[in-house]
């Protein structure tokens, strides 16, 4: 996808990466999970002549969209929506969540079903439906990149102990709704857990390399994986 403008960004004390996703012909783009400093982002795409046009987020937790839950909070959403308004695409079975954490509007969202896409400028992404971490949990497919949220990282995946979560769903999610994605295809997680490969300017890796180093991957059943998640 030779119009792709992909980039990883580095945000925050808990080692969080949000992503700016778009075309390099139209010059639009989104922003994945617009956490902790919405300023420094946006200064970037002015910085690359890029236009916001919306954002995408992977699930509900503040380090990932801003607003405050149980005494913790970000600056995120509440902070883009003041400084630069646009639709934000999220999880059918988030929306309320993110409301309830952002505090913005129903009609802030725009509410999808896995499957889904977006389209910025020319180019695809597909909206993944991967719950466990939380029910609506997303992961976003373009050219062959995963942005995975805190669904699977490089070493690990999201947790299922906080609200939301589901162990079962978690399983389901890493050995069925994954397991399609081919080995080559790039993972970029939501966190900088893990090593990545060396040689890349960016914090990534290929599934297939993610597959035989991630012992949550190596799980071959059900019971197995309850007794350690």
Not at 22 to 41: F, H, I, N, Y
Not at 54 to 80: M, R, W
Request: a negative charge; proline letters at 5%.
């Amino acid at each position: 996808m030779s119009s792709l403008y992909f980039r990883q960004i580095p945000v925050g004390p808990m080692e969080n990466f949000a992503y700016a996703i778009g075309s390099t012909a139209t010059r639009e783009c989104v922003l994945v999970d617009p956490a902790w400093d919405v300023r420094g982002l946006l200064d970037l795409l002015d910085a690359d002549g890029m236009t916001l046009v919306g954002a995408l987020v992977t699930h509900y937790h503040p380090d990932h969209c801003g607003g405050s839950i149980f005494g913790f909070g970000a600056e995120g959403l509440p902070e883009l929506m003041t400084q630069r308004p646009v639709p934000v695409y999220c999880n059918e079975h988030e929306a309320k969540g993110l409301e309830v954490v952002t505090k913005l509007s129903r009609s802030d969202f725009r509410a999808k079903s896995g499957g889904d896409t977006v389209d910025v400028g020319g180019v695809s992404i597909k909206l993944l439906h991967t719950p466990g971490h939380t029910p609506g949990s997303q992961c976003f497919l373009v050219d062959n990149r995963l942005v995975a949220g805190d669904t699977l990282f490089l070493q690990g995946c999201g947790r299922v102990d906080l609200p939301g979560g589901s162990t079962e769903e978690m399983y389901r999610t890493l050995t069925q709704r994954l397991a399609t994605l081919p080995d080559d295809t790039l993972l970029y997680p939501g966190h900088s857990y893990g090593d990545a490969d060396a040689s890349d300017d960016e914090f990534r890796a290929q599934l297939g390399a993610v597959r035989r180093t991630n012992a949550y991957l190596q799980v071959k059943s059900l019971e197995d994986w309850l007794r350690v998640r």
